[in-house]
């Protein structure tokens, strides 16, 4: 039962609870939102999970602490980085504790950085956000907590759709690399309008901002991170240190030894307009484009097929298969597509669909149905379908979507 409580809260500590809507004196969220977030896409990233609990555990380091204190304030970071015992806890689990995890996120950062400070840029917020998707999801843009927190921003369903992200049976923005940063530059915009202050903005990402305000009001209002640190949900007050831990290992990788992983990703990529349904098959047979490099770079189509038909929509590949795609263009669209696109197909993405090893299925709920309905014409049970679901009540409601394991 220990080892359960410490994963529990470790798992915690990787991926914090998820972007809530800015709505002063909202409820408070169920705890069990942070406390029972996994990977369940993923399953690489479990090597990079830190061993210990940095509340429980006090760990030391050979640097002293005038050196971690003159590293801070070289830093010179817009959003203040105070230093005690608690944030030197997260600098030491980040920089030393946590090295195989770190590597990996080096090597990722080397694509995924520059968009996130390109996006921030746009907005005038402070470049330093961009480190919060280490804390939120150690920048893997498959990431889904069993609350349904999705994407390397962590956005829950409803606050995706009041930041104007698309959900559908074929695209899932909160995938999306760029338009996911976007959503999450304009979410912390409006917190900081809210409260003011850059840790209470980055604060109320993770824990709303209705948590924030209360912690305010019971601190006397009083309006800084520490001040409110004592009221905050528990599984929220590493949040801020976290982030701290996680820019100085950042900043402080080489002092460590810390190497940068070699990835795959490219480090240019070409846009292409596509305006046709498009399975990445057709395009990685004809170009020879790894279809998991067409993945990786475009995780918002949640089936390998872009929805052409419904719109236009963006496809990126490496920028050295450009002309590769431009020679094919013509013929690609058509290349197996009564196989990979027929209506069979599309009708069944629209209805659920079996994952890609078989295990699960992803069904849309329509008018009407209830779990008993759906648990009887998939032989599972109702608690089955709640557990794996996360619901708390047997209430569904149309259009959302259920996983359901075979």
Not at 178 to 188: H, I, S, T
Not at 332 to 358: C, E, F, P, Q, R
């Amino acid at each position: 039962m220990k080892r359960l409580l410490i994963l529990l809260a470790v798992l915690a500590l990787c991926i914090p609870a998820r972007a809530q809507e800015i709505v002063p004196g909202e409820v408070m969220p169920d705890p069990t939102d942070s406390l029972l977030s996994v990977w369940y896409i993923s399953t690489r990233l479990k090597a990079y999970l830190p061993e210990e609990i940095p509340d429980s555990a006090r760990y030391t380091s050979n640097v002293p602490d005038s050196v971690f204190v003159e590293r801070l304030e070289k830093m010179n970071s817009y959003i203040n980085l105070p230093f005690n015992e608690t944030v030197k806890n997260y600098m030491i689990l980040y920089s030393e504790k946590s090295r195989e995890k770190m590597q990996h996120i080096l090597g990722v950062s080397n694509y995924y950085m520059p968009i996130f400070e390109e996006v921030l840029d746009r907005y005038g917020l402070p470049l330093e956000l961009k480190y919060m998707t280490i804390i939120e999801s150690a920048m893997n843009p498959l990431a889904k907590s069993r609350a349904g927190a999705t994407g390397m921003w962590q956005f829950m369903y409803n606050t995706a759709k009041i930041y104007n992200l698309k959900i559908t049976s074929y695209v899932d923005e909160r995938l999306d690399i760029e338009k996911a940063a976007d959503a999450a530059a304009r979410y912390l915009q409006d917190a900081y309008n809210t409260f003011g202050d850059w840790a209470l903005a980055i604060c109320s990402y993770n824990c709303g901002s209705g948590n924030v305000n209360k912690a305010i009001q019971r601190s006397g209002g009083k309006r800084d991170f520490w001040s409110i640190y004592p009221f905050l949900p528990r599984e929220t007050r590493g949040y801020v240190p976290a982030f701290v831990g996680a820019m100085y290992a950042m900043t402080y990788y080489k002092e460590y030894g810390l190497v940068p992983e070699p990835v795959a990703l490219p480090h240019y990529t070409d846009t292409i307009m596509v305006n046709r349904n498009l399975h990445f098959q057709q395009i990685s047979e004809l170009t020879e484009i790894p279809i998991e490099t067409l993945r990786e770079l475009n995780p918002q189509y949640i089936h390998d097929i872009i929805p052409g038909n419904e719109g236009e929509y963006v496809l990126k590949i490496p920028y050295q298969y450009t002309n590769a795609f431009i020679s094919v263009e013509d013929s690609v669209y058509t290349h197996k597509a009564d196989s990979l696109l027929s209506a069979k197909v599309m009708t069944s993405i629209a209805d659920g669909v079996t994952s890609s090893d078989g295990s699960s299925i992803r069904y849309k709920i329509k008018s009407g149905d209830t779990l008993g309905s759906i648990a009887r014409r998939y032989h599972v049970t109702v608690s089955n379908l709640k557990k794996w679901n996360n619901l708390r009540s047997d209430s569904i409601r149309a259009g959302r979507y259920l996983t359901i394991y075979q």
